[in-house]
Antibody, heavy 117, light 109 residues
């Protein structure tokens, strides 16, 4: 059974960089069949796709966030990571990592990140 | 960007009733549409993919239909555990891009 788990600071100061890591178990990121995504959900709101990465390192980001987003992969640790720079209170959200094989079939439980001084 | 509009925003029904949720795309997405269920404090769960295919383990009371720009998720007889928020998502021009709808909340009447 594939499992994904987000980890990282729950509180980030404005203008700093938000960093989260997703650890995948029960399957290999290097298998090549999947894309590995980050999705966020503002409090009480809908879902917003942030971007994805393939095991080879190729990535694509949502146009609305691409100037501030970097997603990277570490196949040796079976992890992928999200960096979001210059955060503001508007970046306060629950951040999910998810596996995508055409559609998002496995999700992490989500990590709440609050941006506040 | 393809915009998905879900209606209604809230659906108030009783257990045992039929729920019909709509998702309309701003341009054709063919059959490349999925439905997700999200309960409070939980991650979304894939229910339906490719407009009408049930994901693994999803009960038969959930069904999807539609193609092009108009899609429907039907829950034939609501169970207590079905009261949740439902999102549609398209992948017509993926990779790279994909989008989610704004969601429909199914609440107990």
């Amino acid at each position: 059974q594939v499992q994904l788990q987000e980890s990282g600071p729950g509180l980030v100061k404005p203008s700093q960089t938000l960093t989260l890591t997703c650890t995948v178990s029960g399957g290999s990121i290097s298998s090549g069949h999947y894309y590995w995504s980050w999705i966020r959900q503002h409090p009480g709101k809908g879902l917003e796709w942030i971007g994805y990465i393939y095991y080879s390192g190729s990535s694509y980001y949502s146009p609305s966030l691409e100037s501030r987003v970097t997603i990277s992969v570490d196949t040796s640790k079976n992890q992928f990571s999200l960096k979001l720079s210059s955060v503001t209170a508007a970046d306060t959200a629950v951040y999910y990592c998810a596996r995508q094989n055409s559609y998002f079939d496995y999700w992490g439980q989500g990590a709440l990140v609050t941006v506040s001084a | 960007e393809i915009v998905l509009t879900q209606s209604p925003a809230t659906l108030s029904l009783s257990p045992g009733e039929r729920a019909t949720l709509s998702c309309r795309a701003s341009q054709s997405v063919s059959h490349y549409l999925a439905w997700f269920q999200q309960k409070p404090g939980q991650a979304p769960r894939l229910l339906i993919y490719d407009a009408s295919r049930r994901a693994t383990g999803i009960p038969a009371r959930f069904s999807g239909s539609g193609s092009g720009t108009d899609f429907t998720l039907t829950i034939s007889s609501l169970e207590p555990e079905d009261f949740a928020v439902y999102y549609c998502q398209q992948r017509f021009n993926w990779p790279p891009a994909l989008t989610f709808g704004g969601g429909t909340k199914v609440e107990i009447k």
